[in-house]
């Protein structure tokens, strides 16, 4: 049904004249949590964001402005790469602002894990306010859910970002990185801030810090545990990456193995074929006479992805599994009705 008013014509469809106004539909339940999440935890998301734009303008500063100057200056100087020069002021504040992304890439897992294991979650288990949402039209799965899905969006969305502006950075500091023979891809910050592991690893201290949560359901000793638990799950995945994909290996007659890339371990082969690492020896051949060759077994530059992609996965498989076992800890603390 069309009506006129002052010239203007609404379509009301079925409605009589005279009826009253239809109420706005109410919010769902889902809707309501991430609503809920965004407004009780603000104060962290603003952080995060704020963090991640600062860094941000730095990286964006450091690919241009700042890199031309670095270079500019290293031109001027003369130095080779050989010559182990200090350098100028330039470079100093380049290097500040471009190490800056790969930095808060490697530290924001613990942050993480700490934040949600004092905060998201055990803040309100021991608050009572969990409870309280559950007994209304919220079930405890999907109150898990939308404390999870908000910051992990969030956080994913940083990371992402950061990632990429790390990449062009490393890229277009090609030719000043092979000049002063620093930044090696295979460092720890380096290499969780050019790929997929840093924003898995970030992930990781979601997970673990909602599983401590629901666990201790006390925010200091859950913000601590939060913060160990996920340094060290992280650390221990990390000192494993070199196994996670096959070595190359060099073999010299000589004891000057010319490997390029992240060294694994390097030591000399007997007559008989044995391999002896020389890595705690003072010498080149450990005190002994009996070797024939040396042997290098090395990372180079192209196991970059295979090793990022495998860490990866099994970063992503672990965070699954945390998330699994949360939900199933929240049955049992929701006397089974999830």
Request: proline share 5%.
């Amino acid at each position: 049904m069309s009506t006129t008013t002052t010239g203007t014509t609404e379509t009301i469809g079925t409605a009589r004249s005279g009826d009253p106004p239809r109420p706005r539909p109410a919010l769902t339940p889902t809707r309501g949590l991430i609503r809920a999440t965004f407004r009780v935890h603000q104060s962290a998301l603003w952080f995060w964001g704020l963090l991640v734009g600062l860094v941000s303008a730095g990286l964006v500063w450091a690919a241009g402005p700042g890199l031309d100057a670095a270079w500019t200056e290293q031109l001027k100087s003369g130095c080779a790469p050989a010559d182990y020069c200090s350098t100028g002021p330039a470079y100093s504040l380049y290097g500040l602002a471009a190490t800056l992304g790969p930095a808060v890439l490697s530290i924001a897992p613990a942050l993480i894990g700490a934040w949600a294991g004092g905060a998201l979650i055990a803040r309100e288990l021991e608050s009572g306010t969990a409870r309280l949402a559950w007994t209304q039209s919220v079930t405890p799965a999907h109150w898990l859910a939308a404390k999870l899905a908000v910051p992990a969006a969030v956080i994913v969305s940083g990371t992402v970002l950061l990632t990429l502006l790390n990449r062009l950075v490393w890229w277009r500091e090609e030719r000043l990185r092979e000049a002063l023979g620093t930044r090696d891809w295979f460092e720890s910050a380096v290499f969780a801030g050019h790929g997929t592991v840093g924003t898995a690893y970030a992930l990781l201290g979601l997970a673990v810090g909602a599983l401590v949560g629901l666990l201790l359901r006390r925010s200091l000793p859950g913000l601590a545990v939060g913060l160990v638990g996920t340094g060290l799950l992280a650390g221990t995945l990390q000192s494993t990456r070199h196994l996670l994909w096959p070595v190359e290996t060099l073999v010299s007659q000589t004891a000057d193995r010319d490997w390029n890339g992240e060294l694994v371990d390097r030591g000399f082969i007997t007559g008989t074929g044995e391999r002896v690492s020389d890595m705690a020896c003072t010498d080149d051949s450990c005190g002994r006479t009996d070797a024939v060759s040396f042997y290098a077994d090395f990372h180079p530059s192209s196991h970059f992805w295979p090793l990022h992609l495998v860490e990866t996965a099994i970063v992503l498989t672990a965070t699954a599994l945390l998330i699994w076992t949360s939900f199933r800890l929240l049955r049992r603390l929701a006397g089974g009705a999830v």
